[in-house]
């Protein structure tokens, strides 16, 4: 299994950016991934996740802020963000759970920083 996310990179308060990942060798349209993010010192921090029927949670901090989607053709899973500002500065990372039955896997992030 393979995630790659790009998409990052260093804006100014209150601009966009979208997250892209990438997921091989996984059945994806069947799979459930998640955005988190984590800064130097911290404990990761779970953003959003999206299911295989196209259910999607949010954190409190991003919600109606962020959006997460995903295209089952492209194999790609996005998150999209507006109004960002200084405090989504993190370095973020695509997901897919595991549990007791099957492991689970870790991209290798991309990061976001955001001036005020």
């Known amino acids: 299994v393979q995630l790659v996310e790009s998409g990052g990179g260093s804006v100014q308060a209150g601009d966009s950016l979208r997250l892209s990942c990438v997921a091989n060798?996984?059945?994806?349209?069947?799979?459930?991934f998640g955005w988190y993010r984590q800064d130097p010192g911290k404990l990761r921090e779970f953003i959003a996740i999206t299911y295989d029927d196209g259910r999607t949670t949010y954190a409190n901090r991003v919600k109606g802020r962020f959006t997460i989607s995903r295209d089952n053709y492209r194999n790609t899973v996005y998150l999209q963000m507006n109004s960002l500002n200084p405090d989504d500065t993190a370095m973020y990372f695509c997901?897919?759970?595991?549990?007791?039955?099957?492991?689970?896997?870790w991209g290798q992030g991309t990061q976001v920083t955001v001036f005020a």
């Open positions: 060798g996984v059945a994806f349209s069947t799979e459930t």
């Open positions: 997901n897919v759970p595991g549990s007791p039955s099957k492991k689970g896997y």
